[in-house]
């Protein structure tokens, strides 16, 4: 079955911050990048290869905004503190109302938002993870799914 990256979603954190965390508002695109280096030394034997480590990295474009959440990235950007990411995948099996995920911390290591004369201004960015992303399931609260996607509305009057 094809996968659809419109069906995935970043929310983040400030690392320590009790509040919930916060979709990025207009995302275009995200990808992430796992490299492992290797180190080869040549032996009377042959080569002998060892694990360099494992880098993982998260690339992130969005339409700028004037929300909280692109300020809080901005200001991780400029004051360097650590950050919560959730990808949210609304198209995977749920499980007890949770949905796959996949989470990681790390920091952002540049803020970009160029203002061209014809387009949108877009913001791009890149996270460099610690560790390596753990995969599992997160609850979406009844605010947040409404924030990632319109939620059926009814032709009745709306009671308060």
Not at 59 to 83: C, F, H, R, T, W
Not at 84 to 92: F, H, K, N, P, R
Request: proline share 2%; aromatic share 8%.
């Amino acid at each position: 079955m094809a996968k659809y990256g419109k069906n995935k979603f970043l929310m983040f954190r400030k690392l320590g911050d009790k509040t919930a965390a916060a979709k990025l508002a207009l995302q275009t695109e995200h990808s992430w990048n796992y490299e492992r280096s290797t180190d080869v030394t040549k032996t009377k034997d042959g080569a002998v290869s060892s694990d360099g480590g494992l880098e993982v990295t998260l690339s992130i474009e969005a339409v700028a905004s004037a929300d909280p959440v692109n300020k809080m990235l901005k200001d991780s950007v400029i004051n360097g503190y650590v950050l919560e990411v959730w990808e949210i995948d609304l198209a995977g099996q749920k499980s007890d109302s949770k949905y796959p995920a996949l989470y990681a911390q790390g920091k952002l290591s540049s803020w970009e938002v160029p203002a061209n004369v014809e387009d949108l201004e877009t913001i791009s960015t890149e996270m460099t993870i610690n560790g390596k992303p753990v995969e599992g399931n997160a609850t979406l609260t009844a605010g947040q799914e409404a924030a990632i996607q319109y939620a059926f509305a009814n032709t009745t009057d709306i009671l308060g």
